[in-house]
């Protein structure tokens, strides 16, 4: 569709940049302060939109991957049900198609894992579950580090993949 | 970065933890926050609204002054901040004040009371501003404090920096010279004899139990409960290992919970700290907390060696050696390391829970920070990563 979304917002930024901005009482240190982070996060976006679907494809297809390589549940009732329900929320989600709520649907599932076999599981089966969910959970926060490395927040920024280069290299 | 590896005693029965130990009054700001909630979005109010507001309540304390020049304050992630003068029959010390009040939410939820009894508590101990007044939303609609202004910048005026001073660069000469005095301010914070301090909305953890730390685990897991947004495997990883590991804290003391670069003034022509700010999340705890808190990178930078410079002003080690030498105490690596991961903990829930519903809400005065300080949870899932390593990797 014409125009897309970058080029719309690219102009919203631009106007709010050189007209809108430059209007505002400048000793209002908050209005100034906001404006700033406004003009940043719409860039981000900007940056963002076109990868958009296919990092939240990546991401859920990881999560997916860790559900389905879980072991197969042992302890105590609370540990098999949310093991039961790890594999409900997967084949749920796959069937939803929606990348970014199945990501969450099954994350919350983890979740409720975690804490079930903290509760009642059996130690093996926590070791390993617990070592399965932390590889995960490396992998989606090298992403989520990739994803907002330009906000300035991260600890090693040099070590973080560009995003786009991450996400093509994940499909090639 | 390496991964961590740190022996951790033997794992606590979890049926045997108390997970709805929160101080009394956390547990019900937090609820109270979410009655708030209802009244939908948040307009941030202006300075002639303030200005009234102060007309009134100066009027309702007796005090025979009036308020001027009201203008809103920059900076600073979670209260809205005022500054103003003061004409008429007031103290010197409050002919200029800095009104700190609550937005309807935020990142933190926090009490100005507790806040005001602090700064009372340690007045004669570090450079803090002076107490006018604390009111817990009946003058102006919402809790506030006023406080005496104290000059100073909390940032090198030669840096760039993100919110709250984040990312801020100190230059060489300041840093040596503000170092000292930010370790004696801590250890000085954490030789206040807290139970003659008029601490009376703070509890006290039992000495010689695992409270103090248990405590935090529940206030921050219970805000995730009642804030929770999206998931985060990872976070419930460390919820899971934080309970699992549970340190003894042998001598509670009271902590300032937030200390770092950004929320203490200084002034950069005599090189002195002028003030201690920002007590909000002030509580009475183990010593290691504090420690561990200053030690997250997010506050510092890395030296060209690769080592953590806390505050851009000194590297860990030279930091725990002065703060003992100080103190007499001695840094256990076991609690310090459990401390850092609830640091971690702690950090993310505020930017990945309450922050975000907060900006999703409109509650607060500055949603857009609100939306881009999400961001910092991918930061700092990078060093919960590599605290957590030596145990589940």
């Known amino acids: 569709m014409t125009p897309n979304p970058v080029i719309r917002l690219t102009g919203v930024v631009q106007t709010l940049e050189h007209v809108v901005f430059p209007a505002v009482d400048q000793s209002n240190s908050l209005a100034v302060e906001q404006c700033g982070l406004v003009l940043a996060q719409l860039k981000m976006l900007i940056g963002h939109l076109p990868w958009i679907g296919a990092y939240h494809q990546l991401c859920f297809d990881d999560v997916a991957a860790t559900a389905e390589a879980l072991p197969a549940g042992a302890g105590g009732p609370a540990t098999m049900g949310a093991a039961a329900a790890v594999a409900e929320a997967l084949a749920a989600a796959r069937a939803q198609g929606d990348p970014l709520a199945g990501f969450h649907q099954i994350g919350t599932a983890i979740d409720d894992l975690l804490r079930a076999v903290a509760q009642d599981g059996g130690a093996e089966y926590r070791r390993s579950a617990e070592r399965t969910i932390f590889a995960f959970s490396q992998r989606q926060s090298l992403r989520s580090r990739s994803w907002f490395r330009e906000a300035g927040f991260d600890p090693a920024p040099s070590s973080v993949p560009d995003y786009a280069e991450m996400i093509a290299g994940a499909s090639a | ?393």
Not at chain 2, 108 to 123: K, N, P
Not at chain 2, 193 to 200: E, F, N, R
Not at chain 2, 345 to 367: C, E, F, P, V, W
Request: net charge negative; glycine share 8%.
């Open chain 2, 1 to 393: 970065m390496a991964s961590m590896t740190v022996a951790h005693p033997a794992r606590q029965d979890a049926a045997a933890i108390d997970r709805t130990a929160i101080e009394p009054r956390l547990l019900w700001l937090l609820q109270d926050k979410h009655e708030r909630r209802k009244a939908g979005i948040y307009i941030p109010k202006t300075a002639d609204e303030i200005a009234a507001g102060l007309t009134g309540l100066f009027a309702q304390l007796g005090i025979a002054a009036s308020a001027h020049n009201v203008k809103r304050m920059g900076g600073g992630a979670s209260k809205e901040q005022f500054v103003f003068d003061v004409t008429g029959d007031i103290p010197p010390q409050f002919r200029r004040c800095v009104l700190r009040m609550d937005p309807r939410e935020g990142i933190i939820e926090t009490c100005r009371r507790r806040e005001g009894q602090i700064l009372r508590a340690v007045y004669d101990t570090v450079p803090v501003p002076p107490v006018l007044c604390v009111d817990d939303g009946g003058a102006m609609g919402q809790p506030f404090m006023i406080t005496g202004f104290v000059g100073g910048v909390a940032k090198p005026s030669v840096s760039a920096s993100g919110p709250s001073g984040l990312g801020a660069v100190m230059p060489a000469p300041l840093a040596k010279a503000l170092t000292p005095q930010f370790i004696q301010h801590l250890a000085s914070v954490h030789a206040v004899d807290h139970a003659s301090a008029g601490l009376d909305d703070y509890e006290v953890p039992r000495p010689g139990t695992t409270d103090a730390a248990l405590w935090q685990v529940n206030y921050w897991t219970k805000v995730r409960e009642m804030d929770g947004t999206d998931s985060l495997p990872l976070l419930t990883l460390a919820e899971t290992w934080l309970y699992d590991n549970l340190p003894i804290c042998d001598d509670p003391v009271l902590l300032h919970g937030d200390h770092r670069l950004g929320n203490f003034l200084f002034d950069e022509e005599s090189m002195q700290i002028t003030a201690v700010l920002d007590w909000e999340l002030a509580h009475i705890g183990d010593f290691h907390e504090d420690i561990a808190y200053s030690f997250e990178p997010l506050f510092g930078q890395r030296g060209g060696d690769g080592r953590l410079i806390v505050g851009s002003m000194v590297p860990t080690d030279e930091f725990v050696a002065q703060y003992a030498a100080l103190t007499g105490r001695v840094i256990d690596p076991v609690k310090l390391h459990w401390y850092q991961v609830l640091t971690s903990y702690k950090l993310i829930m505020m930017n990945h829970t309450s922050s975000i519903i907060a900006a999703r809400d409109g509650t607060n005065h500055q949603n857009a920070l609100l939306a881009w300080l999400a961001a910092v949870t991918a930061g700092l899932s990078a060093t919960m990563v590599e605290l957590l390593a030596g145990d589940f990797a």
